[in-house]
């Protein structure tokens, strides 16, 4: 399950990684998880606590076994 292509405002990288996307007025901007993470974002520092490092598909396996185990 790929994902949009995008670029982190963070580090420049485009790629379809999984992302926090922030609405900021008429546009939006995107952020690698561990990029937003690394910034303070509390929202995907518990997101990625124990994805031990995974990015790409790897995370975002990782994000759907955590929503999946929620909603149980």
Known sequence: MAGKIRGCVACG???EHPRHVIAA????VPW???CHA???CEVCRQQIADAAGAQGDELRTHLIALGEARNG
Request: no cysteine.
């Open 13 to 15: 990288q485009h790629d």
């Open 25 to 28: 007025g008429d546009t939006s």
């Open 38 to 40: 690394a910034t303070g």
């Open 32 to 34: 690698h998880m561990d």
